[in-house]
């Protein structure tokens, strides 16, 4: 399996757009779904996008308007471009290679800090 490395977090004010990548060791061309997820502090892991090989995207309906997932199977890389920020978006954001049968690759995360 591949090994997943998320970049491109970092602290920016309310309304402030940032841009999440995740490098992938190998090709993501075989990885079906994969998608960026997030955790803030004593809340439970959710799903902020996800995405399958044929360009299909899951997300909740709340962030459909900001958060903009793609991925470039050519650049083994996946993206999350997040607009308009909001200090309840604050949390830790997780890259996954979904392989199915409930096996799954995590990066190590990359934090995202909004201010008000």
């Known amino acids: 399996q591949v090994q997943l490395e998320e970049s491109g977090g970092g602290s920016v004010q309310a309304g402030g757009s940032l841009r999440l990548s995740c490098k992938a060791s190998?090709?993501?061309?075989?990885?079906?779904?994969m998608g960026w997820h997030r955790q803030a502090p004593g809340k439970e892991r959710e799903v902020v996008a996800q995405?399958?090989?044929?360009?299909?995207?899951n997300q909740p309906v709340s962030l459909r308007d900001r958060f903009t997932i793609s991925r470039d199977d050519y650049a083994n890389t996946l993206y999350l471009q997040m607009n308009r920020l909001k200090p309840e978006d604050t949390a830790v954001y997780y890259c996954?290679?979904?392989?199915?049968?409930?096996?799954?690759?995590w990066g190590q995360g990359t934090q995202v800090t909004v201010s008000s």
């Open positions: 995405i399958t090989r044929g360009g299909n995207v």
């Open positions: 190998g090709s993501i061309y075989n990885i079906n779904l």
């Open positions: 996954a290679a979904h392989y199915g049968g409930n096996y799954d690759v």
